[in-house]
């Protein structure tokens, strides 16, 4: 989705309900299997807690805006506020009825059997002209011990336009995620407690509430067991969101006094990252992308600039969630410590890779994925060199899409006892991360040299 406003590094769509409704539709006009979330302030405690949970977020094609302190978030921080919230308990029952008026059938996944009769009693008579294409009530526990293939058989044979999963979060998004290719729904909606509203097990707050932002005391109050936890975690990750955000617009409008002496985006062209697109983003403010538009990968320049505003800050986001979306890797290049304060505040510096070595990024993205080269002579600066990009090579490793650690010798003519113990000390330190080291493109005379020191695990 293009037209996003960013809170707390989760793009939400800058829509309103109605524009919600309108999009969804279009979508599923479009026949191509898509996944919208709505995500609330609960999303950010699942966030801090477990980063792959943003991934998930991310890599989805739209997210609607389920919680007021996020719109009112947007108003404080951003350069743009969201128009409205876009509840899942408003936008289920609006979008049942579009389906209804156009002809398109619905397939509700998830909740109780009990539920799902009640759900369907109900809409009969609210919507007599809409089509559920069939329902299932998966069992309680974790979704791997489901009957997954008959789920799935049993929804493609049913073939429905729309298929609201209510599942919760994270479950019902990582279900879709899974599935969603092999499903062929034109819409997958993680939808939540929605069907609870519809079949009358929970009851909406006042209209004066939910225009308030007050919707979770009327939740809270009538249903304090299950929920008072929920919102005391959900409290403190707004609170540390919403510190570190305040933190970064102090930070980023300082002065800078100490600005980087040396620009490396000529270091980074002159790499010829034919496997990459590069994005580059310039001290006036503009963002380039060079390369080709199938590259396997992306890599954000940063090397440009030395802080950021608004503009720049939801740039990268929608760029990482492009990236998710297409399953390509991405890696953050050169940012400035302000930059890389607001990395790992944003979430996005845990889950792409933040390299500062050209030497590195060539080896994740250059092309067919060089390996490092080991220099000709034991010069300790260029020794150094090469194992500082060794070493963001290996803190990559731990990011999907990147390569292992490979050491090319084809330039090395004879291997000395000084350039082995070098290997040696690097290959101890990968070993306890769990990374092996190994070497490629030796000469017989290195590699019989290698085998004479005690090194054959390199060549094997």
Not at 209 to 235: C, H, I, K, S, V
Not at 335 to 346: E, H
Not at 390 to 398: I, R, S
Request: glycine content about 8%.
């Amino acid at each position: 989705m293009k037209n996003t406003i960013p809170v707390f590094g989760i793009p939400f769509a800058n829509l309103t309900l109605e524009e919600a409704v309108d999009h969804c539709e279009a979508l599923v006009s479009e026949r191509t299997p898509r996944h919208l979330l709505t995500a609330n302030v609960d999303f950010l405690d699942c966030c801090e807690r477990d980063p792959e949970q943003r991934r998930l977020i991310l890599g989805g094609d739209g997210v609607f805006c389920d919680g007021m302190p996020l719109v009112w978030a947007s108003r404080l921080f951003g350069s743009r506020p969201l128009p409205e919230r876009v509840a899942g308990s408003d936008l289920v029952p609006r979008l049942l009825e579009r389906c209804a008026a156009r002809g398109l059938s619905v397939y509700f996944f998830g909740s109780d059997p009990e539920t799902l009769d009640t759900v369907q009693t109900r809409l009969a008579s609210q919507f007599p002209s809409l089509k559920v294409a069939g329902t299932a009530s998966p069992p309680v526990g974790q979704m791997e011990d489901w009957d997954n293939e008959a789920f799935v058989k049993s929804i493609r044979e049913a073939r429905p336009d729309v298929l609201l999963v209510a599942l919760g979060f994270p479950k019902q998004d990582a279900w879709i995620r899974r599935f969603r290719d092999r499903l062929g729904v034109p819409l997958s909606i993680g939808i939540g407690a929605s069907l609870d509203f519809i079949a009358g097990k929970q009851r909406r707050s006042p209209r004066w509430m939910q225009r308030t932002g007050l919707e979770w005391l009327w939740r809270l109050a009538t249903d304090p067991r299950r929920l008072a936890g929920r919102y005391w975690r959900d409290f403190g990750a707004l609170g540390r969101a919403t510190a570190r955000q305040a933190a970064w617009e102090i930070v980023r409008r300082l002065p800078v006094l100490f600005p980087r002496r040396e620009s490396r985006t000529a270091l980074l062209n002159g790499l010829r990252l034919n496997g990459a697109r590069t994005v580059t983003f310039g001290c006036d403010g503009r963002i380039s992308e060079t390369g080709r538009e199938d590259a396997g990968a992306f890599v954000c320049d940063l090397s440009g600039i030395e802080t950021a505003g608004p503009e720049v800050t939801d740039s990268l986001v929608n760029l990482a969630a492009r990236a998710l979306r297409e399953g390509k890797p991405l890696a953050f290049f050169s940012p400035s410590a302000r930059l890389r304060f607001w990395l790992r505040g944003s979430g996005l510096g845990e889950l792409f890779p933040v390299v500062e070595s050209p030497l590195a990024l060539k080896a994740l993205f250059g092309e067919q994925r060089r390996a490092l080269p080991v220099p000709h002579s034991c010069v300790s600066r260029q020794m150094a060199t090469v194992e500082a990009a060794a070493l963001e090579v290996a803190g990559a490793a731990a990011f999907p899409g990147s390569s292992p650690i490979r050491l090319d010798m084809g330039g090395v003519p004879r291997l000395c006892r000084r350039r082995f113990d070098w290997l040696k000390q690097m290959d101890q330190t990968f070993s306890r991360r769990g990374i092996a080291l190994k070497v490629e493109h030796a000469s017989p005379p290195v590699a019989d040299q290698l085998i004479l020191f005690g090194g054959r695990q390199f060549i094997e």
